[in-house]
């Protein structure tokens, strides 16, 4: 049997060219790219590419012209996604994640001890099916776990299914393209409301905002439906190479003040989670949960300023 390898960039003899992508509406970045595979899905158009920018890690993949994830960096927007909400939680069994078809943030969801279910609900089959062939070591063996469920599908489909069934999740994880293109009506108030009604009490939600310095009306434009419908809402930041800027993301519950957790419950929770697991982290980690969370004064007014609160909902 042929082994897999998910970094090739030797294999090509191409002179690498440029890959643009748009960050925000009025700005386009690039990486010098050498091509490896594309496929037009009945969804998207999804490329696989090698980026000499990040060396050895540079495998990556784009879904309709935006770089979605490498192998060098995928880990900080998963790792902030996954381990902040279910710390907090410290008993998460069942995780729900929206889109991610890349494996990554389902990778990091079974990293906890006591999750005992992660439903992936991804539209577009030939996502998973390119991850696999072209860069597996991004799933980290998440499809292969059994404690896995992928649903292949709409995703307004399957949560409007899961609710009138009765099914309850403990984290849901947004891994979806941006709130700008075929996703945004995965992204506005009446879906997050949807989402909101499959939680169980101490459940919460996990949401990439976008990059605030280049798209601010689509930051605020999701926070804001995040605090109509959520009474805690708090954002975070961190700087993601591939996406050439400072992203946002956020965690959202009714029970859960994810930012205000204290360190001990925190420490608490990854020694039960698996200490040796989390140990391998490369984002994350407990010492640096409030600096996530930390806003620079520059972007109070985009992450900060809301026009809906829980108390006027």
Known sequence: MPVIRDVTQDDSDSTPSPCTAPLGPWATYAFAAHPVAQMTSPYQHIEIVDLPAFGPLGRAYRLDGRFMASLADAHICH??????????????????????????????????ASVTEVVIAELDAQVPAAILQHMPSLAGGAFDDPRTTLVIGDARHFVAAACAQGERFDAVIFDLTEADGAAAPLHDASFFAQVRALLTPRGGIAVQLGAPWFAPTQVRRMLDALRSVFTHVQPMTAYVPLYGSLWALAVASDALDVRAVDPDTLQTAARAASPDALRTLRHYAVSRHAA?????????EVLNHSSASPETR
């Open 292 to 300: 996530l969370f930390d806003i620079a004064p520059d972007l109070i």
């Open 79 to 112: 790792e902030c996604m996954v381990h902040p909400l279910l710390l907090a939680h410290g008993e998460a069994q069942r995780v729900l994640v929206i889109g991610g078809g890349d494996g990554g943030s389902a990778r990091e969801a079974l990293r906890h």
